[in-house]
């Protein structure tokens, strides 16, 4: 299966080209860019000096009678464009950004752009591949879940469906490696400003907090307004999601555990940590595992559990291979065994 | 003035030599280690290899006749032990340790050690600066407040007295540098583990929870139970707390940020943040200060407050030498005005 | 295959599990560990806790019923021991420590330790993979390079090959990352000493130094004493050797170019990186490649060569999965053809 | 006295910032900044929050009447158009930048920009504190050395004074902090490049090079062509040269050790660390110390000596500061007495 991959002087791209290039099943055949067209690969990107390729430009006439899909993996606002006129033509078309999520509504209120036409998003798959499976199996439009709504949702989705968080403040401390602000020139993403440095932004503000009411709704059949704090780690990749919710009387930490458990039982990247053990962002680096843990705090009658990804794999490349995988009948896994890199 | 430090080998001891060495009143008489004694500093402490200096044994008999007070920085369970007789020969002690903050029942609880006498640690004050100021003037025994608690405490006493705070969760999700674990030796300190690693721990656990709750009731007003989550980040220094609270019907992000500005308004090392603007860790390090801001999510109806402090500063030497200086009556920022190390 | 991995609990075996548990041919039938017996491998290495294993205690008898082949990434001293019953009993025996890679008496003044037996060191074939083919194609007791002497072989040896190199001082200076200095408790391996810090060790006394003019003048056919400073760089993974060697007469930046690359036409991991840019640790993180330039400073005669690799991958379990494939006839890259992880 | 500080949204202006603002016998009377003219101060740098002050555009007519002392803390090229006038008009003149370091034939072949006048050049004292203070007393124009060069010469001119070393290849091997590089937007200083990465660049071709050539002749009366590799290190601060020479003959490391020992016996910023240490350059993080060991390697005859200093303390502002003092006659350690900050 030939493919290709838009958006290829970013991080998402980067991953994407170090997944699809030890897939046994895929070759890329074109890497596109607006901004670095013409440049070579090993230019943008040295440590793959290899792999001897140019960057191209956008042509989807041409693209259409080389490729059978196309990764978009460009900032918010380029596959909303793009996009439709691949599917057209009988591609599979999976982005990474966010054009294809939320409605048109939530897409102009928390992104501050012009959506996608909702004839379109209408049509997209959220690609949450442990929740979503059988519809994603006959998607040609897949739409990949962003990084904190997948850490947020694989937590939360299995107690809620349980029934076991009750009425009441839903909270979401999300922390993230510095590549999920992508490779973009800011100041504050400066190495002297970023090394022993933590910070919040977008507070309350951030564009994942409607993905993640919507989707907990849709997959969850939970209605929750949650309030989301993203925070800025000294650390190129990870998230951590620490999620704080009201426990449903009755709920024990190992009732928890086991509704976990059995949800994610047959889920090969979904590891439950031993109770007593917390997720670490390191424990899943350069993998597309999904560490989880979850306790009651009975004091308090608060669950908190806590999510660690990889941002740029399970939060994004990897999911997005993954949920090929599942769109072609391969097997899930496929491409994506690879162990953690640690340290 | 002179001075004994204890526990001379660790990071909290490090840095009150690095005060106390530019205080304008104060002379480090002796430094002080069970585990290295007869070392000499610069072996235990290379960056300070100009200093010709040895530590020594405990002594308190030969040490009550060479200094005016003594600053313990030891793990929890020493100065219990030691620090009595220090107070008894009448010599001012400031306890970095949570010995002395806690009743004996929720000492035993949450630190799972025998506690100090009751009858001392009714004596003890609590050095929140910012909040104790009258009962810090009289203070022989003062107890310092641990990091994270304090800057919860900071963040949380000006909402707590103006009443904003509804009923409901509040919610404290703690991250810390790891040289908050002190300089003991385990695998998860090294820095292969702790480089691009960021994971939770003592979950609902922390010993500093019990102190949140007794000093927000004491200093606030306010009953609450609180959920707290310490973090461990890959940075040396620094506290972020990040807040979350229900608030109380009719306050807005203005009125919040009056009651802080208003209430900190006096307080040098105090600073709410500008609109807009949320603290940073490296805004603080190396110094006094305490950066804060907070916002009303009105969609959710919560207060999401910020706080960031150095947490050997503001976090542990640096607000024992401002104590030091109330209780001396000496200028408060006296040998702490040094700005932020940046970047 | 099914192999044995000796010294289970460091970096350097937790790199071979990485790699092994993808390799198409190999099984790994023992983790075996004389500190961490009967641990489960998840305990030791949350990174891997869906690998259900426990780590063995050390028996020749019953492992050479179970296994192929045993990889040693145990501490130096240890496979002096053990090595010799493991080849007598004619299994495949790949040591990554270097008890076995110099004579006797180097060994006793650079590792201050008793050698193993001579007859046992002199049957050792040296695995640097690209230099040295033919003999580790036949090999049963392979001593895997030292991770600084692969770095600054690969970078000097077709220098001296081509006769560039010519007398006078010959400088390495080595920079590594912490990993390389393995697991063990230290202070100054500690993330907060070792943040922010750089520094020599080992100045002219590191045992990777008579390694590399042993095999220099074996393998290069050029006798020269080195001068070797190690330093330590904050980061967890990577070497870069930055070289200095006077240039012949004649030579230019071109031509030693030109004799670089035509030495590694044919070897899939040698990287020479176009002209006028230099190799980057994080460019092979993760990865087997072996990154290098080399430059003629025409002002003082000196050549200048720099080589990056990833400690832990070309610099050690990647060279050894790498020979163990030259061993069995496999194709050189099998279960190596991983890109870097980056950023 | 009143002072200007130039070039003000830099890093080496932050830390003039730092610095001055806790100086006795300083105060900033301006801050300029041609590309931030306008903006305050904590919007450059939040962690200067509580000072309210605006940044400046350039008026030397004005500022002559403000002002006694000017520091030029801009990029090269910018003083060479700016300082004479300031020294015209009577102001003391304190260049960071490489402007007035060289000839203005070596300033144009290693910048590769128009040099400033001659006439100006010939009136600069520079500024390596412990070894031209006679020079410097008396200075209006004072050009602060470079980073690198400031690492070097400290560690290089008591063993060339001494007639310690031979002839033949003289190597510096440089490792800097990134911070080093500025506040300027490039891709390869992100935080997700430099995390974890180490490379060489400008490989023979820095800056520093005949600024360390010429003043190792002018000052330590040894003319030697230098070979300088400089490398960016996963760290803000700190560089560390390590340099390489042929001893010359009977010289033994006690010796070498007593030579610096003596040069420097009455300098307070040079520390010679205990022999067996080597400087760290944690170790004078946020001081204005000069840490240095060496040695000699027996076996090759060369000379190994390794230095380590804060570059944006005695590498740039500290060592502007020391000259301020030695200027006006104050205590040369006035305003730098901080300890480094550890961890």
Known sequence: MK?????????????????????????????????????????????????????????????????????????AGVSSQLLPEVVERGLIA??????????????????????AMN???????????????????????????????????LGLLPLAKAGAIAKGPLIIDGKSGVSGAGRGLQTNRLFS?????????????????PEIEHYLERMGGASHVVTFTPQIVPMSRGILATIYAPVEAGWTTHQLREAV???YHEH?????????RWPRTKDVTGSNFCDLQVKVDERTGMIITAVAIDNLMKGAAGQAVQNLNIIMGWQETMGLKMLPLYP
């Not at 170090?18 to 440590?47: C, T």
């Not at 090969?268 to 007593?276: K, M, Q």
Request: glycine residues 6%; proline residues 5%.
């Open 3 to 75: 493919v290709a991959v838009l958006g290829a002087s970013g991080y998402g791209s980067a991953e994407l080209i170090r997944l699809l290039e030890n897939h046994p099943h895929v070759e890329i055949e074109a890497l596109i860019s607006s901004s670095q067209e013409g440049e070579g690969l090993m230019n943008v990107y040295p440590h793959l000096s290899h792999i001897n390729r140019t960057l191209e430009k956008w042509d989807v006439e041409q693209l259409s009678s080389r490729v059978d899909a196309v990764f978009f993996a460009a900032p």
């Open 94 to 115: 999976i982005d990474l950004a966010g054009d294809f999520r939320l409605t048109p509504e939530e897409y102009r209120v928390w992104y501050g752009k012009e959506p």
């Open 119 to 153: 004839s379109w998003i209408s049509k997209a798959v959220y690609g949450l591949s442990e929740w979503n499976r059988e519809e994603i199996k006959t998607a040609r439009l897949l739409t990949n879940p962003g990084c904190y709504a997948t850490a947020t949702l």
């Open 193 to 209: 400003e970023v090394e022993g440095n933590l910070f919040p932004y977008k507070v309350a503000e951030h564009q994942h907090t």
């Open 261 to 263: 458990a059995t949800t």
């Open 268 to 276: 090969p990247f979904i590891r439950l940590c031993e109770r007593g």
